[in-house]
């Protein structure tokens, strides 16, 4: 899902891929919140975060298998 500000004339854009799936309902506020931020949300642009693939075969050396600490 891909929603331009032109379009809608909204200040955020929320861009996701094809397999992506949000399982916490307070992390698109979490991102909001770097870009509303009043001391440091002039500087920042774009807010990311990692993503975890899950059912990665462990013994497959070209499967994404980076460690990522989460909550």
Known sequence: IRVSAILTNAPF???LDCDHYINNS???RE????LMDPQVG???CFVQFPQRFDGIDKNDRYANRNTV???
């Open 13 to 15: 854009m929320l861009n």
């Open 26 to 28: 307070k992390a698109i």
């Open 31 to 34: 991102a909001m919140c770097f």
């Open 42 to 44: 002039r500087k920042v």
């Open 69 to 71: 600490f989460f909550d």
